[in-house]
């Protein structure tokens, strides 16, 4: 009996040899339909949408044609709710405006990829190469954008970024293909804080920020525009991410003794657990305390109520802002998600459908590297995101708030109490200097 | 040779040959890029399949392996090295992570050895995440590049075919080996080994450096594939789901891992399209698995199909590995729920 | 960083740090002791009891209530699962770890689906508010609540093992099953009654700990990578081998991310390795 098993093991082992070396072969000759991988599918055998094309057929879509839009998002894991909301916000604006501008139709295929940068590029091949969509949209964390965004550049497929923050993805790894789309990047949103702490008068800061890109790139635009306008930064804290106690870093900011601190965090538990140790200690009122856009979002709101009223924060975005723009998109949004109150990640959401349409409505049907150039060239005199314009590297141009929270109707909002205006992503330097300069670290802060 | 092994040749050829014609099938590139990734796993799977069934170690931490070794390629391309180079570094780091564990866990068995290999994993993950300066943190290394020759996708998906029959074929050869052999007797009884004056922990750490160098290799294949690697790679959920893969296709079984990767890599990759709570899916088909499918959907199958042929035939051998606790005071295995 | 109050508020965020950790290794190390399963699902046991927790707190205000609902309900869970899927793979040391993974997955995503992806903390009123004051001394009341929780459970643990009739049998069952069962005592029953004990205890430690770390989506990991660590160092199935590797865990990271802010992580590993080299079955743990 042994013995023939051992014989089967030996012919199937020879069976694999042959077959290792036949690939070797094969290698030789290309097989024509995955030569191309920007050639979507279109072989009508293989299709297994043939039947419902011709259904589709009959519904004529908007004469402009269609825009298929990808669009990749963390719709469970770890960040589901951000990645949910930067979806609603996209939704929304098409449920307000119907998804048809400029004649053009919008249909969106959304996919889900946890959070997982391999995942988002296998959703963002499967969107290109299956679905064949004209432009993909997201995803949401850095590592997953800049992995997607190199993929997309390669097969000429636009990649908009509604969320995602780091500096890189406008400037030393930007190309045509890839903008910003709705947010800004990591030491642009911040540079105006630190400028406006030192007007404030604070002479001396703290900062708090976790241990990687996005930590290194918002407290070097803190410290630039802080130092830049007399103040010192005397002691720089790092939080490795994944940090959940913050005890022993709030008792060093106490130590640290500054007139200001500025805390960063990417958003989700971070930020209420820091306040958590902060307000624990009895710093409310002793200590200035101001935090970044995601520390102080409607996650860290709706997660300490009360607690955090009078609390100071630096973002692109600002719900509690007075404009006919973003009282029509936080009305509509409560509307539908149960009265909740938009954060940026959906304002972004919002923002890139805003743009979107309006490039559709000036251009007609664009696709490639024409839709970029289109939105390049687009601006508003007010967007949820207050005026807002392209640069040549594709990066959002725009207002900068300084937010304190505030109750108005029963409900938390960060309402804005000072306003930077046109800030782009080079604080006060030029782009190529800006970008010559050795990538921002622990040790390198500008 | 009887008829049953005759028929596992046929079909084993008929896969070989299924496997390479894949791409010739008027498949999309992303269906080509999709069969890589479930290589690739199934390589992977097949370096766990390998520790667990042959040496009874269930490992935890290959995902973690795979990754640094993955991130040894990344750091080296960062550094301008040549593509030899980042081979070896690749190779090199990831062999070094797999002695690092090997040294740790091989006086450990059982429940201590899964733990360890746990907590060495999380510890692969919390470098990738914080060790910033090296690894650039959450956002990941992007833009490694793999050999020109294997530039094509459709070239690089039969490297991967090829990758995996030789991954498959070394692994047969070190069970059926004496290695192999004694690997079992060490898996059965620690303590007969030990009286019989074979070292143990030694068996346990070569064994686990060949599981680890091939998952090294894997986690080189898969940033060849991806072009890029950050810390979610080594996170602790993707050596779960490795786990979860060899169990579903059946330890101890040769076509198991490939069986089981298709499985989950499908529900991550193509049923999340269309629902939601694919997590949830993916959980309770492994406790469906592990309840009623005890030796796998491959393991399971090949004993339903000996059975009625046992009750055709007779009696006939029953060698299947399957999933069991193995008791240290007998050398049979436990058999698994009636 | 090396003035008395700041040496003394260190001292103490170790201290209710290591508390936490004690809370959620405790459980966790009773089921290994008696039936030699790691429980994976533990982690997720304590995010379903935060959730819970911080629900009826919000509701009714009082942290009391809240860690009896959600302990109950917690403990139900963990039932249904011990008597569901546990009991058909009893004594098989890799299919009960590997069903409590299956757990894991099923309801970390569930708490996601239900409870939402936003972090939640235990609500101001069902907290406890303000902080101690002791010359330049500030310290959060909660945090010391943390502790003195935590070494209430830690007694109460100890003595239970020691004093009790159930504790007598637990520790016969850990000795000799087969001694426990000629005594005429259903071992299967105080399998399941521990594992519930266990999950009850990480429910505990999940309304409790949601006044220093947000319940949230990915909790489930990182308690679970803690307790371990904790149980590895101190030993499989010692209560005092947990209680001893949570305060020297909490410890050691409090002053290493203040000093040597850029080892913080290894910190808490390196302790882990040298056990793991010198003594693989932890410091007070049985060899096998």
Avoid at chain 2, 279 to 292: D, Q, R, S, Y
């Amino acid at each position: 009996m042994k013995s023939t098993t051992t014989s089967a093991h030996r012919r199937l082992g020879a069976l694999m040899s042959l077959g290792a070396a036949a690939a070797l072969v094969l290698a030789a000759c290309a097989p024509a339909s995955s030569s191309d991988p920007t050639t979507p599918a279109s072989d009508p055998t293989t299709s297994d949408a043939a039947p419902s094309d011709d259904a589709n057929g009959e519904t004529p879509a908007g004469e402009g044609g269609t825009l298929k839009v990808g669009y990749i998002s963390p719709i469970t894991g770890n960040f589901a709710i951000a990645g949910q909301e930067m979806v609603d916000g996209w939704n929304l604006f098409w449920e307000i405006n119907g998804s048809e501008a400029g004649g053009v139709t919008v249909e969106t295929i959304v996919e889900d990829d946890a959070g997982n940068p391999e995942l988002s590029l296998t959703k963002a091949r499967k969107l290109v190469e299956s679905d064949g969509v004209d432009v993909v949209v997201g995803p949401l964390l850095a590592n997953t954008a800049l992995a997607t965004a190199a993929y997309t550049s390669s097969v000429g497929v636009p990649n908009l970024h509604p969320v995602a923050a780091a500096d890189d993805l406008t400037q030393r790894e930007a190309n045509d293909l890839t903008l910003r789309t709705g947010s800004m990047s990591g030491s642009q949103m911040n540079y105006p804080g630190g400028v406006w702490a030192a007007e404030e008068g604070h002479k001396t800061a703290v900062t708090l920020c976790p241990d990687y890109a996005f930590g290194w790139e918002s407290c070097a635009g803190f410290k630039q525009g802080f130092e830049q306008n007399g103040g010192e930064v005397v002691s720089q804290i790092w939080y490795p991410n994944g940090t959940s106690d913050f005890a022993t870093y709030v008792s060093q900011i106490q130590a640290a003794n500054a007139d200001i601190a500025f805390v960063v965090t990417a958003g989700g538990a971070p930020g209420p657990d820091f306040l958590r140790s902060f307000m624990g200690l009895g710093l409310t009122d002793s200590q200035e305390l101001v935090m970044n856009c995601c520390g102080m979002d409607q996650a860290t709101l709706r997660a300490l109520g009360d607690e955090v009223l009078g609390f100071k924060s630096i973002s692109y975005w600002a719900e509690g802002r007075q404009s006919p723009v973003v009282e029509e998109f936080n009305n509509a949004y409560a509307e539908r998600y149960e009265g909740k109150i938009p954060s940026a990640n959906v304002a972004g959401g919002y923002m890139t459908a805003s743009l979107v349409a309006k490039v559709l409505e000036e251009n007609g049907l664009v696709t490639g590297e024409d839709l970029v150039a289109a939105i390049g060239d687009a601006s508003f005199e007010d967007s949820v995101l207050g005026k807002v314009s392209w640069d040549e590297y594709n990066n959002t141009v725009g207002s900068v708030y300084i937010r304190e929270v505030q109750e108005r109707d029963g409900k938390l909002y960060n309402v804005p109490i000072r306003e930077f205006n046109d800030v782009d992503q080079w604080l006060g330097l030029d782009p190529d200097e800006a970008m010559a300069r050795e990538t921002y670290s622990q040790s390198f802060q500008g | 040779m009887t008829r049953a092994q005759k028929l596992n040749v046929v079909g084993f050829a008929a896969l070989i040959v299924l496997l390479f014609a894949f791409p010739y099938l008027g498949t999309s590139g992303y269906q080509v890029s999709l069969a890589s990734t479930v290589l690739i796993a199934a390589i992977l799977a097949a370096t766990v399949n390998f520790l667990a069934g042959d040496g009874g170690m269930g490992s935890l931490g290959h995902g973690a392996i795979a990754a640094a070794a993955a991130y040894g390629a990344g750091w080296s391309s960062l550094q301008g090295h040549s593509i030899t180079m980042q081979v070896v570094v690749a190779m090199g780091t990831g062999i070094v992570v797999t002695l690092a564990y090997g040294l740790l866990s091989m006086r450990t068995n059982g429940i201590y050895f899964l733990m360890v290999t746990l907590a060495v994993g999380m510890v692969i993950y919390g470098l990738a995440y914080r060790l910033s300066s090296v690894t650039r943190g959450e956002n990941g290394i992007t833009g490694i590049q793999r050999p020109e020759m294997l530039a094509e996708p459709w070239a690089f998906y039969l490297f991967v075919v090829a990758s995996f029959l030789v991954v498959t074929l070394v692994l047969l050869v070190v069970s059926r080996s004496p290695f192999g052999a004694g690997l079992r007797g060490v898996r059965d009884s620690e303590s007969r080994m030990r009286s019989l004056g074979y070292y143990v922990p030694a068996f346990k750490l070569v064994a686990f450096m060949i599981s680890g160098t091939i998952a090294s290799y894997a986690g080189l294949l898969s940033v060849w594939h991806t072009h890029f690697v950050s810390p979610s790679s080594a996170e602790v959920h993707r050596s779960v789901l490795l786990f979860v893969m060899v169990i579903l296709g059946g330890l101890g079984t040769t076509l198991g891992p490939l069986v089981g990767a298709t499985i989950v890599v499908l529900v991550e990759n193509v049923v999340s399209n269309s629902m939601e709570r694919w997590p949830t899916l993916l959980g309770v088909i492994f406790v469906l698995a592990i309840l009623f499918a005890r030796a796998g959907l491959v393991g399971s199958t090949a004993k339903l199909v000996r059975r009625m042929r046992q009750r055709r035939a007779g009696a006939g051998p029953d060698d299947a590995a399957e999933l069991t606790d193995v008791p240290p005071t007998s050398g049979t295995t436990t058999s698994v729920r009636p | 960083m090396f003035e008395p109050v700041f040496l003394a508020q260190q001292a103490l965020n170790g201290l209710s740090f290591g508390a936490l950790l004690f809370l959620l290794a405790s459980g966790l190390t009773l089921v290994f002791g008696l039936q030699r399963i790691v429980n994976l699902a533990h982690g997720a046991f304590y995010m379903l009891g935060g959730y819970i927790g911080i629900i009826i707190a919000t509701m009714t205000g009082n942290l009391l209530l809240a860690a009896i609902v959600s302990m109950i309900a917690v403990g139900v869970t963990a039932l249904v699962v011990e008597l569901g899927l546990l009991r058909f793979v009893r004594g098989q040391e890799m299919p009960e770890v590997l069903l409590t993974i299956g757990v894991m997955f099923v309801v970390a995503d569930l708490c996601l689906a239900f409870f939402g992806g936003d972090p939640k903390t235990l609500p101001a009123q069902a907290s406890i508010q303000g902080a101690f004051q002791l010359g330049g001394l500030t310290y959060p009341w909660y945090r010391l609540f943390v502790i003195a929780v935590a070494v209430a459970v830690g007694i109460a643990l100890a003595l239970i093992q020691s004093k009790t009739r159930v504790g007598a049998v637990v520790r016969a069952g850990v000795d000799d099953r087969e001694i426990i069962s000629a005594m005429g005592v259903n071992i299967s029953w105080v399998f399941t009654g521990m594992f519930v004990v266990g999950a009850a205890l990480a429910a505990l430690g999940g309304t409790i700990g949601s006044g220093v770390l947000s319940i949230r989506p990915g909790i489930q990991n990182d308690v679970l990578l803690y307790a371990l660590v904790v149980i590895i160092i101190g030993g499989l199935g010692s209560i005092k081998g947990a209680a001893v590797g949570a305060v020297l865990i909490g410890v050691i990271d409090a002053f290493a991310k203040a000093w040597i802010p850029e080892f913080a992580y290894f910190t808490i590993f390196a302790p882990m390795a040298l056990v793991l080299v010198f003594r693989p079955t932890g410091l007070f743990g049985r060899t096998a």
